[in-house]
């Protein structure tokens, strides 16, 4: 008999099938065993009955949470008052007439049958292998995944091609002291803060690139919205005519993948009690500064000091273009070139300012970028100004050396999108394994905790 789907069970009623799962869970009640059966599809309640089959009552005596089952039944309608609209084959059961373990588990350590899991996040990262099951975390991941594919749809729209690049470097990516140095045998390497050399590279060859791939930043901090692993997600552009191109870009890009995530799978949304995001027709756009003046405005917090959007500024701008625009995009740009990574074009206008840019998506950064500097000479300038050796960027600089069109690119952090646009409190839930500070895998024990200052943050 061929296994059929947990949620393709209201299309054989009356019919005898066989479905293969994970016990969600057990009830007893009384003469009557009520279980929850979960596979990749949804949920299903299995009715076990002695008066149907002796055997198949004592095999769900032993039954517990997480034990794998195969079992056989007829797929029964339930009675109207019955019906659970929760979920996808609440207008059914299975009575089984059959029921086999193929896999035991330990006894869990909490209790996993709920709608929701209720764990202090610490205990919902120490148990992540069994975490990631719940039907709650689960759906972060069906979104995660969704978001990803609809980069790619966008990305192939503006006619990128996928690239993968080396995740080891010579040289650290961006700049800064957050860069893992590897000990590469016996030379000294980087893990890749970002893709950018990589992906600047390829746009000499294939002129529009997109690229998903791990990057690393090692984050002196602890925070709701960093990672020490991060997973990119990419675009770079050659022959681009004018900023506004890549801005046009990027926010395609971004309203697409909100768009279409939100509108695809606006079941799982409504269930996490999501409301859906506002995307105006035009992503309002505003200079750093513009953004600065609007914020002190509607606070009266001087920033006219400010080189950058703290977390507090980023909400408030949030709020401002969802009141005024209707958006939960906004877009800033022109940050100062100081403040931006090597590769940054400064605008010919005011090189004090840069042509760069951050998308903000419900009161946080999502996405970073910029127009780069494409003249060898001019990059090479800049690279000693900045004093970074040119010599750990031989590769990078070979591609400029024998000419690079204008071009320009942006990334976005896939955990980032996915923790705004599911309003998670925090980024570590958004990633399946997060790595911070205090975490490979496991939390390092106290004693095992390098000499080294942890910052936490308040937001
Ligand atoms: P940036 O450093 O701003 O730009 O990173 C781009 C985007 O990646 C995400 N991100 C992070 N997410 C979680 N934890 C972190 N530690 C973290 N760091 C970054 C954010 C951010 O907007 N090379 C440039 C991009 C470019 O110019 O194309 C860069 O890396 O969503």
Not at 24 to 49: E, P, T
Not at 117 to 122: A, G, V
Not at 212 to 221: C, D, H, L, N
Not at 285 to 295: D, K, P, V
């Amino acid at each position: 008999m061929m296994r059929i789907l947990i949620n393709d069970t209201p299309n054989h009623i009356d019919k005898e099938v066989l479905v293969q799962g994970v016990v969600a869970a057990r009830r007893d009640h009384g003469k009557l065993i009520f279980l929850d059966i979960r596979d990749r599809s949804g949920i299903l309640q299995v009715v076990v009955n002695p008066k149907l089959s002796e055997e198949a009552y004592k095999v769900a005596l032993e039954l517990r949470p997480e034990f794998a089952v195969a079992l056989k039944g007829i797929v029964k309608k339930r009675p109207e008052k019955l019906i659970n609209t929760k979920i996808a084959s609440g207008t059914v059961e299975v009575g089984a007439h059959h029921l086999e373990i193929i896999a035991h588990a330990e006894t869990l350590p909490f209790d996993m049958g709920g709608e929701t899991l209720n764990l202090e996040l610490p205990t919902l990262l120490d148990y992540r292998s069994l975490t990631l099951r719940h039907d709650s975390v689960k759906k972060i991941f069906l979104i995660q995944a969704a978001i990803a594919e609809e980069f790619r749809k966008a990305a192939k729209e503006l006619d990128c091609t996928e690239i993968f690049v080396p995740t080891i470097a010579a040289g650290a990516t961006e700049g800064g002291a957050d860069v893992f140095k590897v000990d590469y045998y016996g030379h000294e390497a980087f893990m890749i803060q970002s893709p950018q050399l990589y992906k600047q590279i390829m746009v000499g060859a294939l002129e529009r690139v997109f690229v998903i791939t791990k990057a690393y930043r090692a984050e002196p901090s602890v925070t709701t919205r960093h990672l020490s692993e991060v997973t990119m997600i990419d675009i770079e552009m050659a022959f681009i005519n004018s900023f506004e191109e890549l801005l046009d870009a990027f926010e395609f890009v971004g309203t697409a993948m909100i768009k279409n995530v939100s509108k695809n799978h606006a079941d799982i949304l409504e269930s996490l009690n999501i409301e859906q995001p506002l995307i105006a027709n035009k992503v309002p756009r505003l200079t750093l500064r513009e953004a600065q003046q609007i914020i002190t405005k509607r606070t009266g917090r001087d920033l006219s000091k400010e080189l950058d959007l703290n977390p507090e500024d980023e909400r408030e701008i949030c709020l401002w273009a969802r009141e005024e625009h209707k958006s939960d995009f906004v877009t800033i740009t022109h940050y100062p070139t100081k403040k931006r990574a090597f590769y940054t074009y400064p605008d010919p206008k005011d090189p004090e300012y840069s042509l760069s840019y951050d998308l903000l998506f419900k009161g946080t950064e999502i996405l970073s970028g910029s127009r780069r500097i494409n003249d060898y000479d001019q990059l090479l300038a800049a690279m000693k100004e900045r004093g970074i050796n040119k010599e750990n960027f031989g590769m990078y600089l070979q591609a400029f050396k024998y000419g690079m069109p204008p071009e320009g690119g942006f990334s976005f952090g896939l955990e980032r999108i996915t923790m705004k646009l599911l309003e998670l409190a925090n980024i570590r839930e958004a990633s399946l394994f997060p790595r911070d500070m205090e975490r490979v895998d496991e939390r390092f024990s106290i004693t095992e905790k390098k000499d080294q200052q942890v910052h936490k943050e308040k937001s």
